[in-house]
């Protein structure tokens, strides 16, 4: 779950760097938002994962 934390931080952190008028650049409306969007699939899957049982 830290790695997706992390990853939704550096996501939101690259769309505040877009220097384009309210973010219409390339960092704002694409490389963003695909990574918070792995962030947030990270997320889930960290949630939805259940360790194996060992015998």
Request: proline share 4%.
């Given at each position: 779950?830290?790695?997706?934390?992390?990853?939704?931080?550096?996501?939101?952190?690259?769309?505040?760097?877009?220097?384009?008028t309210?973010?219409?650049?390339?960092?704002?409306?694409?490389?963003?938002?695909?990574?918070?969007?792995?962030?947030?699939?990270l997320?889930?899957?960290?949630?939805?994962?259940?360790?194996?049982?060992?015998?």
């Amino acid at each position: 779950m830290i790695i997706g934390i992390a990853t939704l931080i550096v996501g939101f952190t690259i769309m505040a760097l877009d220097k384009e008028t309210h973010g219409f650049g390339f960092l704002g409306l694409t490389l963003g938002p695909l990574i918070v969007l792995s962030g947030f699939v990270l997320e889930i899957v960290a949630i939805l994962h259940t360790p194996k049982e060992k015998k």
